[in-house]
Each structure stands twice: as structure tokens, then as C-alpha cells.
């Protein structure tokens, strides 16, 4: 049995497309684990949870990998902490908080939006040449956004009734484009070593938020389905994702291991649908078409600029 276990991982970890789709769809499933979350676990212990259990796996195995860069971390420790706060702490508050004011439809187009942030930061902190097809994919997705976010009424936006989760959701997607922006400038040092060090700090800075939460509304404690919703989010979309991201960039390289990322709406979209019953309206399938064709075509970077380090996600 072991031997043909053996031989199942081999395969599938030779094949990148198969690798890089599970990747997504556990990804996507982290929208649908949001909203079952709600009145399961608070949205602060579960960051928590979930980085401190990510931590337990990982340390284990990369700690000492980490302690053996620590030279080159300590020289960029205060960049390295506000990554791990924004990225990793700072993200999955606010998104799991969206979770409890809009649908996983919604938040799984809004966060399509995510590359096209990432395209607008990279431009302001590095000046990184944007074309003029790029510009074109950031406003058709930035379309695609608003019409998630006003609910098929762009014009609404003139007004203050826009959804609290939306904004939420947006906003969390602005601070990931900020750490994956900063990725640029990381220590030198293994890609999942990197990670485990980004969840031990990210595990750190949820505790007095946790802690706050508790104070403020009272200590509960997580019912079954929270704990299934834990777990979920630890090994799936935190850890299998992440080593399942680093296997495909090695196999088929970055760049092309970037374009699977544009599924995750799909995937995110087609879950809530399925598995909460969330109904799919007509401007979400507009929305989307415009989020995934505005992100293609902001992809369309010169071989030179396309290469580089992986962005992995939250």
C-alpha cells in the first residue's frame, strides 16, 4: 500500500496543469469556508487558528531552514513583519469578516480584482511599465468589480449604500497587492521556508486582535462545523495550495503558472453556487466575464517582465 501510495504522489506531482487546478479550487473552497464560518467561529479566532496550525505543520519541517537564514531575514525583519501583517493577518481579517456581510460569489469575483492591484502597486513602487493593452485589462476588470459591487447598478456607486463586505473584500485585496508587491525585495531564502516564517509572524500579530475580540464580545468557542472550517482552511488553501503553487512554478515555471490563478473566481463562483445554494445572477456572469478577460489581458507582460518570483496568496 505504501509503495502505491508512493507512486500516486509521484505522478501527481509531475503533472503541473493537475497541481495547479487543485490549487485553485482549494483556494476557492476558502470563500465557500467563510461563509459556513459564520456563527461557527469568530472571524479573528479563526485567523488565528488558522496560522497557528499552519505553524505546527510547517515549523516542524522548515523551522530549521528558517533559523539558517535568519542572518538575511533580521536585515529586512521590519519589511518581512509588515508583509506577513498585511498579507497574511491584515487579508484574512478583513476577508473573513466580508464573509459575514456579502455572498462567496461575490467575494470570490471581487477577489479576481486582486492581479490587477498588484499591476497598479507594481507600477507605483518599481515603475514597472504598464501597457497600454494592460490599462485596458485594468479598467475592464475594474468594470467587472463595480458592477459586483453595485449589483448590476453601476451608477450606485455615486451613491453610500454600497455592500459593507464588498468594500471589506476590496479593501483585504488591496493590502495582499501591497505584500505581494514587497515579495520583490524578500530574504533570500527557500520559497516554503519563507512561508512558515510569514505564518509564525502572521500567528503572532493575530493573537491581540483574537485576544480584543474576546475581550469585546465575549469568549466563544468555536461549534463543530467552526473546527471543520479550522482545519479546512489550515491544511487546504494554507498549506496543500502553497506546496502545490511552488511544485507547478518549478515544473512549468511562473508565468505560466500565474494564468491558473485567473480561475479562482471561476472555481469560487461555481463552489458557492453548489455547496451554499447562492444564487447566480445575470451581472455576475457579466461581472465575470469582465474580471477573468480584464486580468488576461493585464497578464500580457513582454517575456522580460514576465519573469520572476511566483505570488502565492493568503
Not at 456563527?39 to 522548515?62: C, N, Q, T
Not at 458592477?147 to 476590496?170: C, E, F, K, Q, W
Not at 533570500?188 to 464580545?217: H, K, Q, R, V, Y
Request: charged fraction near 10%.
Amino acid at each position: 500500500m505504501r509503495i502505491i501510495l508512493k507512486r500516486l504522489l509521484d505522478s501527481l506531482y509531475a503533472q503541473p496543469s493537475v497541481l495547479l487546478t487543485l490549487a485553485c479550487v482549494f483556494w476557492a473552497g476558502n470563500v465557500v469556508a467563510g461563509r459556513l464560518a459564520v456563527g461557527e467561529i469568530k472571524p479573528l479566532s479563526l485567523v488565528l487558528l488558522r496560522w497557528a496550525l499552519v505553524l505546527v505543520v510547517l515549523w516542524p519541517i522548515y523551522g530549521p531552514q528558517v533559523r539558517a537564514h535568519w542572518p538575511a531575514v533580521r536585515r529586512r525583519l521590519a519589511s518581512v513583519v509588515l508583509m506577513a501583517t498585511l498579507g497574511f493577518t491584515g487579508f484574512n481579517v478583513l476577508f473573513y469578516i466580508a464573509a459575514h456581510h456579502t455572498s462567496a460569489v461575490n467575494i470570490g469575483i471581487l477577489q479576481g480584482s486582486m492581479p490587477i492591484f498588484v499591476l497598479a502597486g507594481a507600477f507605483l513602487a518599481h515603475g514597472t511599465r504598464v501597457s497600454a493593452v494592460q490599462i485596458a485589462g485594468v479598467l475592464i476588470t475594474a468594470v467587472g468589480v463595480t458592477v459586483v459591487a453595485t449589483r448590476g447598478a453601476p451608477l450606485s456607486v455615486l451613491d453610500i449604500d454600497l455592500n459593507r463586505g464588498d468594500l471589506l473584500m476590496l479593501a483585504a485585496c488591496v493590502l495582499y497587492a501591497f505584500y505581494t508587491v514587497a515579495l520583490r525585495d524578500r530574504p533570500e531564502m527557500p520559497g516554503a521556508a519563507f512561508f512558515t516564517l510569514l505564518a509564525l509572524i502572521a500567528a503572532a500579530t493575530s493573537l491581540p486582535l483574537a485576544a480584543f475580540e474576546a475581550f469585546e464580545d465575549g469568549l466563544e468557542m468555536p461549534t463543530l462545523t467552526g473546527v471543520l472550517v479550522t482545519v479546512y482552511v489550515a491544511v487546504f488553501p494554507s498549506c496543500l495550495s502553497q506546496l502545490f503553487l511552488l511544485r507547478g512554478v518549478d515544473l512549468i515555471g511562473p508565468g505560466r503558472a500565474g494564468v491558473y490563478i485567473n480561475f479562482v473566481p471561476v472555481f469560487a463562483a461555481i463552489l458557492a453556487v453548489v455547496l451554499l445554494g447562492e444564487p447566480f445572477a445575470l451581472y455576475h456572469a457579466v461581472a465575470l466575464t469582465l474580471v477573468i478577460g480584464g486580468i488576461l489581458l493585464a497578464q500580457r507582460v513582454p517575456r522580460a517582465l514576465g519573469a520572476g518570483r511566483p505570488v502565492s496568496r493568503g
